[in-house]
């Protein structure tokens, strides 16, 4: 854990925080940012301007910590580009959908200025495939009869009832899957990842409208796995990203620093 201060600061605002609903929300944070002595440059996102080529540029101009206003999408879609500075991101969650905000204890809207500004610092590690990382997990769920995962000397083959192969990194609480409590012991700070294989549930009870979820079959820890297809299969990186069959995942221990909150989970250090 790193304790660190007089960084320079680059703010970045998801393009939803545009919404008028968000804008006392907003000023109230950029009030605080001031009253705490940890100014920088603000930007906004935009679909004309790529959130890769504003961070780079920052980072030759010397921005050291990039904190990103928005939700675990607006975290997620920043983090190949934060691993490959070298700089560390902080995050200020506003609107819904913040699990991963809530995994590094951090409060909501002004009131984690005051976190931005304590400056704990954790590193993580970061899941790799080529010259991608990703952060949460990599995701297959078509056509897995296709496909094969090779670990050490050992091939596993899907079954018929295969839904999702899944290799995570950083487990957050999915608000719609509520049976993953074995997932809650994983860590991304063990120089490890997790293979995650779900089967289809075909059951649906007789007073629920709601299609069941896959559930959990097999879970095989380890360093690297390798997947390949008979043919190219599309990869989702953090639900953000989408790559193709074959990938060779690897993990790259320690390499993200992420600033966090007294409130973050325990296997968080």
Known sequence: ??????????YIYDTFLGDKKYEKTIDRIKTRLLDLEIQGKHERLTLLKSV????????KRGVKTVVVLGNDKTFLKVVNIIAKNKITLGLI?????NNIAK????????????????????????GKVGEQYFFAN??????????SVEKDNYKIVPQADCAEIEVNNFYFPNEKRKTESKMKKFSAQDNKVELVIRS?????????????QPKIDTI?????FKIKSFEYLPVTLDNYKIIKT??????????????VGKGRQKNIN
């Open 1 to 10: 854990m790193l304790h660190a201060t007089g960084c320079m600061y680059y």
């Open 52 to 59: 890769d080529e504003l961070i780079n540029d920052e980072a």
């Open 93 to 97: 969650p506003v609107g819904p959908g």
């Open 103 to 126: 995994c590094l204890g951090l409060p909501m809207e002004d009131a984690a200025c005051e976190v931005i500004a304590a400056r704990t610092i954790v590193k993580f590690d970061l």
């Open 138 to 147: 990599l995701k297959i769920n078509k056509n897995l009869d296709r496909l």
């Open 200 to 212: 289809k549930v075909n059951k649906r009870a007789w007073f629920s409208q709601k299609q069941p």
């Open 220 to 224: 095989i820890q380890g360093t690297d």
């Open 246 to 259: 074959p990938v060779v995942v690897e993990i790259e221990p320690k390499i993200f620093q992420v600033i």
